[in-house]
């Protein structure tokens, strides 16, 4: 089960850091990633992070974003700095294992006022 946070209003430019925890037992297998919906869109990948601290991020969001995970706390991180209007979507916490063990949060609302 996957538990995301963080979401909020912020004005344009600003920051926010998400936190997403997820299952002790689990929380070191897979790839751990953030993606988000903005009104009338389809979901879409904003960044991951593998066991090995290897981190993907979408080119909307590079430069700006940064993904992080604390296994002592199994919960993932993801900062996001100089953020815009556009950036405004629910923000979804996932955790791919395999095809049938694909598990997602219930999502966290982020908004940026211009």
């Known amino acids: 089960q996957l538990q995301a946070s963080g979401g909020g209003l912020v004005q344009a430019g600003g920051s926010l850091r998400l936190s997403c925890a997820a299952s002790r037992t689990i929380f070191s297998l897979g790839v751990m990633g953030w993606y988000r919906q903005a009104p009338g869109k389809q979901r879409e990948f904003v960044a991951s992070i593998t066991s090995g601290d290897n981190s993907n991020y979408a080119d909307s969001v590079k430069g700006r974003f940064s993904i992080s995970r604390d296994n002592a706390k199994n919960t993932v991180y993801l900062r996001m700095n100089s953020l815009k209007p556009e950036d405004t979507a629910v923000y979804y916490c996932?955790?791919?294992?395999?095809?049938?063990?694909?598990?997602w949060g219930q999502g966290t609302l982020v908004t940026v006022s211009s």
């Open positions: 996932n955790q791919f294992i395999t095809r049938s063990a694909d598990y």
